[in-house]
Each structure stands twice: as C-alpha cells, then as structure tokens.
C-alpha cells in the first residue's frame, strides 16, 4: 500500500478550502463513473453525511467507495470539514488482518471519497445460529478486529452485524468504521433517531449511556464493547437480548431492560457452552459502562485457546512503542493535529513538574493547547499532567489548578479518560499503549 494514496492530493485539497464553487452535488447511480475512474455496480447506503458505493477499477478490481457529502455541508465549514476527514481517513489507515483496510483516496466535484478493500463475503445477519459456524473462532476474529481499532485510538462506534463480514475464504472482518463528520455528531444524530416514528434497528447496539443524552459524551471503547456483546448475543440466538425492536413502545421497553441489566438468560439454557457465553455477556451488556469489560483482552481471556492466534500485519503501527530510551510523548491519533507528538519530558519547565493541557484559547494559557475545528468538546482548562520526579512516573489528572475559583480546582467539563476508565483529579499512572481521551481528540502514550 502506498502512503502517498492516503491522504487527499494537496493541490485539490487547497483548491476545495479556497474555492467553494468547486464542490457540487453528487447523485451517482449504477454504471455512472465516479472521477473518471471508478463504475458504480451497486449503489450501497446513504446517510445525511456520507454515500457508499460498490464500484470497478477498469482493470477489474472491486472497492467499495465512500463518498463525503460534502455539498451538504454549509459554504463556511467546509474547510474545516476537509481537513478534519482527511485526519480521519489518516487515523483509520489501521493495517489489520482484521479489517477491511483504506487503500486510495480522492476528490469527485470537490467532495472527498475513500476506497476501501471489498471482499466476497456475506455479512454476520446470514450466520445467526448457524450450527456449522465455528462461533468461537468468529468471535476471536471480530475481537482482534476491535483491539486493533482500540489501540489505534479508534472507537467504531456503528458496530453491527451488519458491519461484520465472513468472506468467501473465511475470514471475518469488520467494515463501517471510518466515520465521515465527527463520531461526536453520529451519536447525536443517532439519539435524535430514537423520537421519530421509525425505529432504527442499529438503536439495539447502543449502549445505555448514550440513551437521552443531554450533553456530549466522550467517546470511549466501552461503547464498542456493549454493540459487541448484542453482536454475540445474536449470533448465538437470532434473538435481541433485551427483546423485539420494531415499535417505539418496544423501544421504550427495550431500554428498561437494558437499563435494568434483564437480558434473556434463559435462551441460553441449552448451550453446550453455556456458562463461558453467560460469563462473557456479563462483562459486555452492563448497563453502567464502568462494570464492562475494560478492554478487550479481559473478554478474549474468557475464551478457550486454540490455534486461532492473532496475526499481525508486517509494518503496522497497532503497537505503541514501548521502550523507553529518553521519555515518554503524547501521539494524536484523533483530532485536528493527527500525527503531531509532544514529548512530555522536553515541555517540562524546570523546576515545574506540570503539563496543562486545554481548549486552543487566548484566555488561558495551556503547555498543550489543542485545536478544535468543527467541535467544541474540549475545556479551557481540561488536565494536566504531573511528573513523580522520585519514581520517574507520569500521571494526567482531570482539570487544572486555578487559584480564582473557590475550590481553587477547575474540574473539566466532559471529563479526562484513559482507555475507558475516567480519571479525577486525584491522577492517573499512565504507560506507554494508554489512550487519553480529552473531547473528540485521542492521544496515545508512547516511548521514545
């Protein structure tokens, strides 16, 4: 794969940010070429951000295409709507056995698109209580699938059978996770779909925390680790967990139960492999995101060993680097300065041992200040990061010191994270492989 494919071409990328005019509407059908180069064979879903495509090369290689909206999007964000799918598309540039990889880039009428891998295959919907399906290998797969993501600094966030694929050769991989427009937007949008008439299906895999919201929150692997545990839940039954989704009264009764920890146990009563299946359940379908499973690995140590081991890709990035020579940095993975590294121990000012970290703002002076093009997620005074000088130990600690508030600690307004665990002002150790989440922005601790 070619680096120089990912990442939208910079002439056109300038040209879009510094002529609007250029972008135009987009209504490709079958057999229509997109950017003289691509022929449409199916045309897939479309959402009011983005358009998907099943499309051919003129040598014969099949894509799927996504296509940005971008033409939907108002005149004065549209730059900042570029530059922020672009980091997204670099940010999913996850090499994994695992996952149906991005493989070209470009701009059709002024709109970004992406070209990811297709394969023959038949999504998770057509294998429910398939007795000849090797359940136990599947699940490993889609597990190794999210853990890549997870390490990557990404949360899927739309995981659903739906997004699930078993190929012709037997792999199973996960698609849908690159997201157009902000994670932060698609919860939004998808909570507003819970007040209309028709009930969207994907609502049964969304976890409690996200039931009427009256504020962000912080996107968090705890998410993907419920959809997962519904996931399984079908796969082993055919059955929701928490009862039919076809009305809002079944929707109102379905979030009770999943409020209330009530999934249907006793559809499990004849499995011949009963009690791990219940044990796994257990840690994914908890109502309260701090009773899941912290990560991936507790749910995969539930699980027996086989000879399906997790296979890496040669040159991937999934790993953070964890010797450490000189100290460690913060990595973003996620965010409007994808890519950038802050050595912790070079921004130290002796003899200070702090960090702040906050919102890009004049009014407060922050060692980190983190931009924010089409969000505003992040406090002003978000955290800060504290150096233990006798044990050479780091830690990130919620809010910031500020001697003009009573409590003379300004807390933040959404929240400090590492992985899924929420950190207080009373710190957090923090090691190379953490991810710290501040907003919609993800950082990865890492060795130099």
């Keep these: 794969m070619l680096r120089s494919h990912l990442s939208i071409n910079n002439s056109n990328k300038k040209e879009m940010i510094m002529n609007n005019n250029m972008v135009k509407r987009c209504d490709f059908r079958i057999h229509d070429v997109i950017d003289g180069k691509y022929r449409v064979e199916r045309v897939l879903t479309s959402t009011p951000t983005y358009q998907q495509f099943k499309v051919i090369d003129s040598s ?16 004065q964000l549209r730059s900042n709507m570029v530059v922020s799918a672009e980091n997204e598309i670099k940010g999913c540039n996850i090499k994994s056995n695992y996952l149906t990889n991005i493989v070209q880039t470009g701009v059709v009428n002024g709109n970004p698109y992406l070209l990811t891998e297709y394969f023959k295959s038949l999504d998770l919907t057509h294998y429910f209580r398939n007795p000849r399906l090797n359940v136990v290998k599947v699940v490993k797969d889609i597990l190794y699938g999210l853990r890549d993501l997870h390490k990557s600094g990404k949360v899927h966030c739309q995981l659903t059978p739906e997004n699930i694929l078993i190929t012709d050769a037997g792999r199973t991989m996960i698609t849908g996770y690159v997201v157009l427009g902000g994670r932060g937007n698609l919860l939004t949008r998808k909570n ?6 028709i009930v969207d299906k994907s609502l049964a895999y969304q976890a409690p925390e996200l ?3 009256d504020r962000y929150i912080t996107i968090l692997p705890s998410l993907d680790i419920y959809s997962f545990g519904v996931v399984l839940f079908q796969l082993l ?3 929701l967990p928490f009862g039919r989704l076809m009305t809002e009264a079944d929707w109102i009764n379905y979030q009770s139960r999943a409020k209330s920890n009530d999934w249907n146990r006793n559809v499990l009563m004849r499995n011949e492999q009963r009690e791990m299946w219940m044990s796994v359940l257990d840690i994914c379908l908890a109502p309260n995101a701090n009773d899941r499973a912290k990560n991936i690995d507790e749910i995969l140590d539930k699980l027996p060993e086989d000879d399906n081991y997790y296979v ?3 040159g991937s990035n999934v790993e953070a680097p964890k010797n450490i020579l000189n100290g460690i940095m913060l990595h973003v993975l996620q965010g409007d300065e994808f890519g950038k590294c802050y050595r912790l121990p070079e921004l130290l000012q002796h003899p200070r041992r702090i960090i702040t970290i906050g919102r890009n703002d004049n009014s407060v002076f922050n060692t ?3 931009p924010e093009l089409i969000s505003s997620f992040i406090s002003r005074r978000h955290c800060t ?4 000088y006798d044990n050479d130990v780091w830690y990130v600690r919620d809010g910031q010191w500020d001697k003009e508030t009573k409590k003379k600690w300004t807390p933040s307004l959404n929240g400090t994270y590492v992985n899924s665990e929420e950190v207080t002002e009373e710190g957090y150790k923090i090691v190379p492989g953490d991810i710290i989440s501040i907003g919609d922005v993800k950082f990865r601790v890492e060795a130099y």
């Design 368 to 370: 980190i200040q983190i």
């Design 192 to 197: 507003k779909v819970q007040y209309s008439r």
């Design 237 to 239: 039954t055919g059955e």
């Design 60 to 75: 014969g290689k099949e894509y799927i295409l996504k296509l940005l909206k971008l033409w939907e999007v108002e005149p």
């Design 385 to 388: 990061i504290e150096l233990d």
């Design 211 to 213: 039931y009427n919201l």
């Design 312 to 314: 890496s890709v040669i």
